[in-house]
């Protein structure tokens, strides 16, 4: 079957009202969960999970994608309206957009970041839609010793790519294995530091894991006396942005739409890198560099397309090849097993039905999202002003009933607790809990094909160099290795260290 | 010498690798042409242990620990403490009445509203969110021994 014809069948799938009524419902909780700050996609995702269980496989991904594209258009109206970002992703849009909302343009600044977030959107899910069907076919090729060697590159990957420095990313996914090694092991049989308490015996799941990090540890380190809500309100009446101003953001838009969805097919953070790399691409382009913090068109369009285009983009990799390119992936990924539906290279043939109406839904779910942010961006609004002393918790009564429902235990929420407080510690001493996340989801299936390789050759570690993709996979590792050590040996600061800058709250 | 914040995480993360081994032995590491259940874990150990002695040697570029601000403990102390009586709860009284208890907890203990309001807020949120899970999404919530939901 062709793409044309697949895409047909997705939209066959997609259209129906019921998969329409859950893409909406996605998309509306997304915009709510990005407009909230302190309230992540992966919160909103999570406690969402057990109300999908009744649901087929199609309408639980949907809804769930819903939230996190949806997170990325609501994450603006914050930064526009209130220089607080909504989402980590949309730091960036602070700057100019309420820079541009105190120019009494705020309507213009939502209407050009919504514009943009749905151009970005659905260029990534064209691209998703020519991009993974062929590269789930090419990894069909990998056996054991590819995907551990893939699995390696997605860690150094990570590493390089993020803004803290390289030991301190790969500390935390050496601790993620190390969570990922509790329980059963699946080739002998071993216990593995379960201390007699049965529900560790199937390991610990990534679900109070990631609540635990990012919903509890969020709220921990935000006591309610510190958030201040000043929110401006926009002028629906303005909402069309000037004929300049659309020229001034065409091609941000275009520029921010590539170079998101190319940083969204690595692992890490990367819906926060694309928004920052494209803030200081449309930056250097400029020519006017000098407007670029006083309210700068290109400084909302090129960060927004590109945050938006990024999350398209992780789901290449999530869908073709199975693998998490986050914590937010992590959990869908997790979503699909619950529903005994593996994603990876089988699943375009096995689950043509599951696929393609994810991806036509996703074409869909962007003009949703279009048509909800505009019109409705002043009911939005309003959800900002309750005040956080109640809404925090309200979040932490969401993230006890999330955890529990997922499998009904108790030790789950437990490690949900403990968790957030590893989660505040990790914060003090600055450090990214994401690579953590990533490490305790790769970590079976890492495992597993590490021992695979080694039984496969005889406990010969010659294996890796001998097929042509590891070995490729590989050399690709020790070139970012060597990158990595030679802008520490000229100790230069390179855009990663300006990205952990801004994420301290720095001038860019 | 200035003990900055890097020094503590690598000491805790080499401690950590540390105690990994001491509880890894009866694991076995088996052999290269079968490794065994052991030999993951201890591998990445090792690796925590070897980033951890990397972070001390590179401290010198993280911060004082002196300067971490810690203004925020006493708030998280008690939001810990709230929630981690309502998960003990949880399964004993049911998702009704320990939830309400710990909205009430949090908004009235730690957030010092109006007992009155925090009370009408604990209530009609919880009764709302029976509402959407137990009823719009057939989602059971946890009834308790005392056999509320």
């Not at chain 1, 799938?13 to 309230?39: K, M, N, R, S």
């Not at chain 1, 941000?252 to 694309?274: C, E, K, N, Q, W």
């Not at chain 1, 499998?407 to 505040?424: A, E, F, K, R, T």
Request: charged share 10%; proline share 6%; aromatic share 10%.
């Amino acid at each position: 079957m062709g793409t044309v014809e697949s895409l047909l069948l997705g939209f066959s799938v997609a259209l129906q009202p019921d998969v329409l009524w859950y893409a909406f419902l996605g998309c509306l909780v997304g915009t709510i969960v990005g407009v909230l700050p302190g309230i992540g996609p992966l919160s909103g995702i999570s406690i969402l999970l057990p109300a999908t269980f009744g649901l087929d496989t199609t309408k639980s991904v949907v809804m769930l994608a819903g939230i996190y594209y949806g997170s990325q258009y609501g994450g603006s109206t914050t930064s526009i309206l209130m220089r607080i970002p909504g989402e980590a992703s949309s730091v960036m849009t602070c700057i100019d957009g309420y820079a541009m909302a105190q120019k009494g343009r705020a309507g213009a600044a939502l209407c050009i970041a919504a514009v943009g977030s749905w151009i970005a959107g659905t260029f990534g899910v064209i691209m998703l839609t020519l991009i993974a069907p062929p590269l789930a076919t090419f990894a069909l090729r990998f056996g054991p010793p590819e995907y551990a060697a893939l699995l390696v590159l997605g860690l150094i990957f990570l590493a390089y790519m993020s803004a803290t420095s390289l030991p301190r990313t790969l500390l935390m996914a050496c601790f993620g294995l190390l969570l990922g090694t509790i329980g059963i092991d699946n080739m002998t049989g071993h216990f593995r530091y379960s201390f007699d308490i049965a529900e560790l015996g199937d390991g610990i799941g990534i679900v109070p894991v990631a609540i635990g990090l990012f919903g509890l540890g969020e709220i921990l380190s935000t006591p309610s006396a510190t958030v201040v809500g000043k929110v401006i309100a926009p002028r629906l009446r303005e909402l069309l942005p000037s004929r300049d101003e659309w020229r001034q953001s065409a091609m941000p838009i275009a520029r921010g739409s590539v170079l998101g969805f190319l940083i969204g097919l690595t692992p890490g953070s990367a819906h926060i890198i694309s928004s920052f790399l494209s803030y200081g691409v449309e930056r250097r382009l400029s020519k006017h560099p000098e407007e670029f913090g006083k309210g700068a068109v290109a400084g909302v369009a090129g960060p927004e397309s590109a945050n938006n285009a990024a999350s398209t983009g992780a789901f290449v990799p999530m869908l073709a090849l199975g693998l998490p390119t986050g914590p937010i992936t992590a959990v869908l990924i997790a979503a699909l097993m619950i529903h005994g539906v593996p994603p990876g290279p089988t699943l375009v043939n096995e689950h043509p039905n599951v696929f393609w109406g994810f991806v036509a839904s996703m074409y869909v779910g962007n003009l949703m999202l279009l048509a909800l942010n505009l019109p409705l961006v002043g009911i939005f609004v309003n959800v900002l002003r309750i005040p956080y002393a109640y809404l925090y918790p309200l979040v932490i009564m969401f993230c006890i009933i999330g955890v529990y429902e997922v499998s009904h235990s108790i030790v789950d929420v437990w490690i949900m607790l403990i968790m957030g407080i590893i989660g505040y510690g990790l914060r003090k001493f600055g450090f990214d809990p994401a690579p953590l996340v990533l490490g305790l989801v790769i970590a079976p299936t890492f495992e597993m094909s590490l021992r695979q390789s080694l039984i496969m050759s005889n406990g010969n570690w010659a294996i890796f160099f001998q097929r042509p993709i590891a070995a490729a996979l590989l050399g690709l590792c020790a070139a970012l290795l060597a990158l990595a050590a030679l802008s520490l040996i000229r100790s230069r600061k390179d855009w990663r260290s300006k990205l952990a800058e801004v994420e301290a709250g720095e001038n860019p | 010498m200035t003990l900055r914040r890097d020094h503590i995480a690598g000491a805790i993360f080499v401690a950590f690798g540390l105690l990994v081994f001491a509880l890894s032995g009866d694991l076995p590491v088996g052999t290269l042409s079968f490794p065994g259940a052991g030999m993951m874990p201890k591998l990445v150990a090792s690796f925590l242990i070897l980033f951890g002695l990397l972070l001390i040697l590179r401290a010198n570029e993280s911060a004082p620990v002196a300067t971490v601000a810690w203004g925020d403990l006493p708030h998280a102390a008690r939001v810990v403490a709230i929630t981690a009586a309502a998960i003990a709860l949880y399964q004993t009284l049911g998702f009704l009445v320990t939830t309400a208890l710990l909205l009430f907890g949090l908004t009235f203990g730690t957030e010092r509203r109006h007992p009155l309001v925090a009370a009408a807020f604990s209530i009609g949120v919880v009764a709302l969110t029976y509402l959407l899970f137990a009823v719009a999404l057939k989602t059971p919530l946890e009834r308790g021994i005392l056999g509320f939901q």
